[in-house]
């Protein structure tokens, strides 16, 4: 966030002499509607419904934390020439959500976080342990967890795109849209299966404080190391809190991420004599793996961490 307080107009210009000096300016020939996104979430719906007739840009790169990623000012350039940026429009990107608000009246900005109403406070599915937990917070940004508030953002995408598109081209768009709704809406089917079934618990334990949308989703709890950002490392009083919840609740199972270090959540599988095992927010692309920013790859993907997690036959 440290670039939050800058002056906007400052960044643009001094990433424009950048953008000047270089031969390789993002899509200086191509003249189809370009979409600027800050998740991989976004990147994957705004591909899979614009197909060839956007150019969709993430401008964080993969293995990198949506919450602590500071653009370039070549990223605020890629910003000011967008046709349409899609923004979370809760916490996560702060300096995004401020970008955009002196965007030329050319940039036309979607916030997913309108499309997904009702939004969840910070911390509402997350069991208390004290003081420490986060209360009465802004909204949790992580609405993407959650397919059909996905499917939501989807739908408001479908027409903000083919506003943009040449007319031919409007139809196959909106049934790319009508295509991803139902996928989503699939994809919702699957995991309400897997999890809704005869699981031993319903309480999850993961690294930062990310799945609140799909515990709200699919019935569950959840207990984290973490706050809402990643960033936050705990003490060891709160380590030996989540250690109780945890063996009270009878999890022996630790679910940590991609891109953040697993040194405390090892610890704590040792703790309570537990294991762990992977599940990805769906921030970023996770460069170890050949899913790329395949938003129904990785949520499938989570799948078999989460029925371990819970006791899923
Ligand atoms: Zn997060």
Redesign the pocket.
Known sequence: MSSAGLPILALLLAGALVAAGCTSAPQATDDRPSVVVTLLAYQWLATAIGGDSVVVTNIVPPGS???EFDPTPRDLVRLYEADLVLVNGVE?EAWFTQAVKDLPSSVKVLRAADSAKPLLAAGAHTISLGESDEEEGPND??LWLDPIRLAAVGDDLTDALASLVPVEERESLVARGQSVHRQLLDLNATIGTALGGDCARRTILTT???MAYLADRYDLSVVSILG???DEEPSPARLQQIAEAATERGITTILVEPNISTATAQALAEQIHGTTQPLD?V?SINPHTDLGADYLKVMTANLPSLEVALGCP
């Open positions: 934390s949506p919450h996560i940004p992580h930062h404080d990310s809402i950002s990643p927010p921030e």
